[in-house]
Structure formats: structure tokens, C-alpha cells
Nanobody
Framework: QVQLAESGGGLVQAGGSLRLSCAAS????????MAWFRQAPGKAREFVAL????????GYADSVKGRFTISKDNAKNTVHLQMNSLKPEDAAVYYC???????????????WGQGTQVTVSS
């Protein structure tokens, strides 16, 4: 079992930045891919970014490429999502997830955090 806890959400003006964090606890010795997904009101949850266990591989949704950066600190069992140049359409609940395989498919992810709200004012 892996427990995930997100933090860092909040209210920011368009063009601003936020840094989300996801702390993992429990069975953290296993090699998990970590990912961020988001869900806006009335919309389906969507993939945002992922990073391999080693950190050598990363991937991003087209909508966030060049603006968001995912990183991890294995020593602290923490994953970060640096979000720059935020747009109103980035507003959503952001979820951290863990999975053994390197995949953007959310149905494959077995461990999820509770989510953190990101609000972007125009």
C-alpha cells in the first residue's frame, strides 16, 4: 500500500505560478511511476504529467508542455509539479497517482491522493 498526499494548491492570478507537491508514504521502496491528473468541474479527469521512478523519463499533456515541470526527490519520496504561466483553464482539482508501469492511462493507476484545488483567476 502506498499513501499519497498532495499539497500546494491555492488561488493564483492568470500568468502566475504554483508548485504542487505529493508526498508518498507506506510501500515507497517499490519502483513507482508518479503522475499528476486533474479534473475541472463538469469535465472528465485528464492526464497532466508523469515521471518514471528514476526520474529519467517524463511526459506531459500537450496543454501544459513548456509551462509545467514534473520532478521528484526519491530520498524524500516526494514528487513536485511546478506550474508556470497558469491559465484559467488550468483550474481544477489536481491528483497525484502512483503505478508500477510507465503509462499515461489513468485507469492503470492503483494509488491516488485526495487532490488539491487549483484556482486561477483571470
Amino acid at each position: 500500500q502506498v499513501q499519497l498526499a498532495e499539497s500546494g494548491g491555492g488561488l493564483v492570478q492568470a500568468g502566475g505560478s504554483l508548485r504542487l507537491s505529493c508526498a508518498a508514504s507506506g510501500r515507497t521502496r517499490s519502483r513507482y511511476t508518479m503522475a499528476w491528473f486533474r479534473q475541472a468541474p463538469g469535465k472528465a479527469r485528464e492526464f497532466v504529467a508523469l515521471i518514471s521512478w528514476s526520474g529519467a523519463s517524463t511526459g506531459y499533456a500537450d496543454s501544459v508542455k513548456g509551462r509545467f515541470t514534473i520532478s521528484k526527490d526519491n530520498a524524500k519520496n516526494t514528487v513536485h509539479l511546478q506550474m508556470n504561466s497558469l491559465k484559467p483553464e488550468d483550474a481544477a482539482v489536481y491528483y497525484c497517482a502512483a503505478e508500477g508501469r510507465y503509462t499515461t492511462e489513468q485507469t492503470m493507476y492503483g494509488y491516488w491522493g485526495q487532490g488539491t484545488q487549483v484556482t486561477v483567476s483571470s
